[in-house]
């Protein structure tokens, strides 16, 4: 097992994993590869998609979420350097805050930005026509800015993976994920998961694993990431 980086807390462990029937799967980082890349840029009127990708980019210097550091990525690959951020807030989940250039920013999930009081649905559901679903949203003093766009692939050989848990006697196969739930649907459909559920944040992961096991379900969490730790603890 060690050879193969897999690593058992106990024997008790392998005799629990034995007696699953149901599987539980987080998507980015899990199902996809991980490695998301921005893909599109979407400002806001008054904004640019240079203005988007420099803000969100200097403000997320201050996550390790796998989209912020994607944008990280393309804002220096753009800018070279970025400015520091200051105050910075987080929401396990959900997003994150701070100030940038004297600026308050904010770049999280639809939710998060949709709590502050100058951005509406309407504003917000403008600028979300086509892409792929998996966005970070980004205000600048409580006025919607824009969207970053990503993109991420499905890991190969999925489909196998999940007819060889089918055959081991898992016949129950869920999806949940933080990010937006048609994203979340997509991506399940591709890998034949018919159980989805999207927009959770992490104590929703938590709330699903104990329903499942309190109806009395032998449950295996797959995830990674912080996000995912409550969840991997139930």
């Known amino acids: ?30 199902l996809t590869v991980g490695t998301p890349e921005v893909h599109r840029l979407v400002p806001a009127p008054g904004f640019t998609e240079d203005d988007v990708l420099r803000i969100a980019g200097a403000l997320e210097q201050a996550s390790g979420h796998l ?11 753009r800018f070279g350097t970025l400015p520091p951020a200051h105050h910075v807030q987080e929401s396990a989940g959900r997003g994150l805050s701070g100030d940038v250039d004297g600026h308050e920013v904010t770049v ?8 502050l009081p100058g951005v509406s649905v309407d504003a917000v559901a403008a600028l979300e026509r086509g892409g792929s679903g998996l966005r970070a949203y980004v205000a600048v003093d409580g006025r919607l800015a824009g969207i970053v766009d990503y993109a991420d692939r499905v890991r190969p050989g999925l489909l196998q993976v999940f007819a060889d ?3 081991l006697g898992i016949q ?7 990010d937006h739930a048609p994203n979340a649907r997509a991506v399940a459909a591709e890998v034949g998961i018919t159980e989805v559920h999207g927009d959770l944040l992490p104590e929703g992961k ?25 969840a991997l603890a139930a």
Request: net charge positive; glycine share 10%.
């Open 1 to 30: 097992a060690a050879r193969r980086m897999v690593i058992v807390r106990n024997g008790g462990a392998l005799e629990q994993l034995s007696r699953v029937d149901t599987a539980v799967f987080d998507k980015t980082g899990t």
């Open 67 to 77: 989209l912020a550091r994607s944008t990280v990525r393309a804002a220096v690959a």
């Open 108 to 115: 999280g999930a639809r939710a998060y930005i949709l709590d």
């Open 165 to 167: 848990l089918r055959q």
């Open 172 to 178: 129950r196969l869920l999806l949940l994920s933080g």
């Open 206 to 230: 938590v709330a699903v694993v104990n329903r499942l096991q309190y109806g009395g379900a032998r449950v295996l969490m797959t995830g990674d990431g912080t996000n995912d730790a409550p």
